[in-house]
């Protein structure tokens, strides 16, 4: 600038030509200096000039793009290759289709799916496709999308912890089969809980009791029907049955009540023997102690006997009367007692307000089924099949049991030459023969000294089918009966074992058969 104040671009421009022609070491100089405006300026002319003469010590900010090219006759025969990428990508366009990106868990859970919109089930996803990340986005830096769980389905919600293979398993595996029975209420008539191990979460089940005197078959027929065979070995049966040595003496073999349940979910229950004298005897030798509220041996025996029948006649389907002989009526008439003396059925609490003949409407009755064992030949005789049944029907008229209309022996092929209508009256009647009958019928009959026998190569004459047949009969009419619910709400297998055991308290403390003991002494 001038001493006036005025600047002299005159001076100006000739030093700025000056500057630029000025050979130096470090290439042309800048005027402005740092922080001016023509910082990196260059002329046009040095621009060419440096282009193809540029020293080699001289930083390159970008490295140079290398395109490789085919001779122009293969040149020819293709399409122009395409403009090579520019180094920085553009931004990701927003996505029309939802993308799927399955990538392994930790160790010890399943995979997961992340997406960015839900897909309808059953389609398939579409293919991963998704752009490079951009450079301000780390390697391996998850996209921020949800993340959901796969799992099978009845699995519920998803849990924040994998499911263990050992535990998943196990709900898969069979429930445990019992090997023999085990104690419900022991000899004392206290209730057992071991029994509960071996009951499910599942309301299909089928509970099956037995009632009857003294060596009349009772655990014999309960192993029948729910695990043996006749062709087994009688000491390996699943409820125990009289050994000669016990028929010696005369006592009984099971006391209290045993627990079995089948692979079919059918609950047995096997019981002492009703009005046993075994046990009276047991009570009058051994001096044992009676409760306080009983007075003499043969009114304890009973009352035993009238809170086991109350017992099943409260949580059993299905009760099974089993007698030897046709017929005794003191059977009957204990029968007719437990009825009576039988717990009602718990109702609702809006229930229980309700009148007294709205309640015996719903009260539970199981299905009583008599059965005849150790049958003769001549008890299979149609005449004979008639007066007993006719004989039951008028035993138990007054009787609010279901003993008829849900067995039949000839609905289920015992005797084909009869009609349906045959019998008047039918109750739930079956008859059982001995079960060495079979035996007995293939030995072939002796011939006289010096003759032949005819017909020696065929079975004897029995009257009756088979024992194995008429048991496989009595299993399908039992299992097939109808399963009404015990109380106003469906039970479970566990649900049930604590009603019954809160049923059993109520029948040891039940006021009806303490005034009923009163009664007797």
Not at 423 to 430: G, P
């Amino acid at each position: 600038m001038s001493e006036s104040g005025h600047s002299q671009p005159g001076l100006y421009g000739i030093e700025r030509r000056r500057r630029w022609k000025d050979p130096s070491p470090g290439g042309p100089q800048n005027l402005s200096g740092p922080g001016g405006r023509e910082r990196d300026y260059l002329a046009p002319w040095e621009r060419e000039r440096r282009d193809g003469s540029e020293e080699t010590g001289t930083a390159v900010m970008q490295k140079t793009p290398i395109i490789l090219s085919k001779p122009p006759a293969e040149r020819s025969k293709q399409p122009p290759p395409p403009a090579p990428t520019p180094t920085a990508p553009p931004a990701p366009a927003p996505l029309e289709k939802p993308i799927v990106l399955m990538k392994p868990r930790e160790e010890g859970k399943g995979p997961v799916a992340t997406t960015g919109a839900s897909t309808p089930e059953g389609a398939a996803p579409p293919p991963p496709a998704a752009p490079a990340p951009p450079k301000g986005e780390k390697e391996g830096q998850r996209p921020t999308q949800p993340v959901y769980q796969i799992q099978n389905r009845g699995m519920g919600t998803a849990a924040p912890a994998a499911m263990d293979p050992v535990v998943g398993q196990a709900k898969l595996l069979p429930p445990e089969r019992m090997k023999h029975s085990i104690k419900l209420v022991d000899d004392q008539m206290n209730w057992c809980d071991s029994a509960i191990e071996y009951l499910l979460d599942q309301t299909d089940v089928l509970v099956v009791g037995v009632l009857g005197l003294q060596g009349t078959g009772k655990s014999m027929v309960m192993s029948l029907l729910s695990a043996n065979t006749p062709e087994e070995d009688q000491r390996a049966y699943v409820f125990r049955a009289q050994s000669a040595e016990m028929k010696e003496r005369g006592g009984n073999q099971t006391s209290g009540i045993d627990f079995f349940i089948t692979q079919e979910r059918i609950v047995f229950l096997d019981t002492q023997p009703i009005l046993s004298p075994s046990i009276l005897d047991h009570l009058i030798n051994n001096d044992r102690k009676l409760p306080p509220e009983y007075n003499l041996p043969h009114t304890y025996v009973e009352m035993q006997s009238l809170q086991i029948a109350a017992f099943l006649f409260t949580v059993c389907h299905v009760v099974i009367v089993v007698q030897d002989w046709f017929t005794d009526l003191s059977l009957y008439r204990f029968l007719q007692t437990a009825e009576m003396v039988k717990p009602s059925t718990p109702s609702p609490s809006h229930e229980s307000s309700s009148s007294a003949g709205s309640e015996e409407g719903t009260e539970y009755y199981p299905h009583l089924v008599f059965l005849q064992n150790k049958a003769r030949r001549e008890d299979f005789c149609p005449r004979k099949l008639r007066q007993m049944h006719l004989m039951i029907d008028q035993l138990m008229a007054h009787s609010h049991l279901r003993y008829k209309g849900t067995l039949s022996m000839l609905q289920c092929n015992v005797f084909p030459g009869l009609p349906p209508d045959f019998l008047d009256s039918e109750v739930n009647l079956f008859l059982m023969p001995f079960m060495d009958s079979d035996a007995e019928s293939e030995t072939p009959p002796r011939a006289g000294p010096g003759s032949s026998p005819l017909f020696s190569l065929l079975p004897g004459y029995r009257g009756h089918p088979s024992f194995q047949s008429l048991v496989s009969k009595l299993r399908s009419q039992v299992m097939s009966m109808a399963r009404p619910q015990l109380s106003h709400t469906i039970l479970t297998e566990k649900n049930w074992f604590h009603y019954a055991a809160r049923i059993w308290d109520g029948v040891r403390k039940s006021s009806a058969l303490a005034e009923y003991s009163r009664l007797l002494a």
